[in-house]
T-cell receptor
Framework: DQQVKQNSPSLSVQEGRISILNCDYT??????FLWYKKYPAEGPTFLIS?????DKNEDGRFTVFLNKSAKHLSLHIVPSQPGDSAVYFC??????????FGKGNQVVVIP | DGGITQSPKYLFRKEGQNVTLSCEQN?????MYWYRQDPGQGLRLIYY???????QKGDIAEGYSVSREKKESLPLTVTSAQKNPTAFYLC????????????FGNGTRLTVT
């Protein structure tokens, strides 16, 4: 049973515009959420995280929003750049339990 | 330059042979992990180790084995018992455990024919 779901597997966006990636989770125990970015044939790289005591965390062009009541988080990338073209994975955990990963969203930024 | 090194990047084996994938980290992280990625799938946890000489099965451990004899290394052996071994294998480490960000290597693409 998939505890972290990323719908809309792919997203195309014009350079300079906003990319919004969504992630839904089912386990209300989750209290730490992460986003990873992955290029083909490479390992994922950590992008940004948020703990459940916050509803927003910002790092440069990347902002993650957490809506605990809706069990939903989103990643905003603004402005989008061609180098942002990658697969983005959402992940969640609580305590020191195993990370649950979503299946990923492909983002294509069109120059 | 700290990081995680996986070798080789591409590996080819005949069916029925065991094969060992190497993973070394110089980040001084306590925890290390092996994940598998298949097309259209997320990352699935094979094994993890939070301390030297200790490791735990992940969600898909059948047909795999690991050892953690030193902090820097977590080699993964893919045995002939693994039914579908062809995949992209990712090693990762983190400072403490799952509650700290994972740092991934660049992966090993294993093809078994």
């Amino acid at each position: 049973d998939q505890q972290v779901k990323q719908n809309s597997p792919s997203l195309s966006v014009q350079e300079g515009r906003i990319s919004i990636l969504n992630c839904d989770y089912t386990n209300s125990m989750f209290d730490y959420f992460l986003w990873y970015k992955k290029y083909p044939a490479e390992g994922p790289t950590f992008l940004i995280s948020i703990s459940s005591i916050k509803d927003k965390n910002e790092d440069g062009r990347f902002t993650v929003f957490l809506n605990k009541s809706a069990k939903h988080l989103s990643l905003h990338i603004v402005p989008s750049q061609p180098g942002d073209s990658a697969v983005y994975f959402c992940a969640a955990t609580y305590g020191n339990n195993r990370l649950a990963f979503g299946k990923g969203n492909q983002v294509v930024v069109i120059p | 330059d700290g990081g995680i090194t996986q070798s080789p990047k591409y590996l080819f084996r005949k069916e029925g042979q065991n094969v060992t994938l190497s993973c070394e980290q110089n980040l001084n992280h306590d925890a290390m992990y092996w994940y598998r990625q298949d097309p259209g799938q997320g990352l699935r946890l094979i094994y993890y180790s939070q301390i030297v000489n200790d490791f735990q099965k992940g969600d898909i451990a059948e047909g795999y084995s690991v050892s953690r004899e030193k902090k820097e290394s977590l080699p993964l052996t893919v045995t002939s018992a693994q039914k579908n071994p062809t995949a992209f294998y990712l090693c990762a480490s983190s400072l403490t455990g799952f509650n700290s960000p994972l740092h991934f290597g660049n992966g090993t693409r294993l093809t078994v024919t």
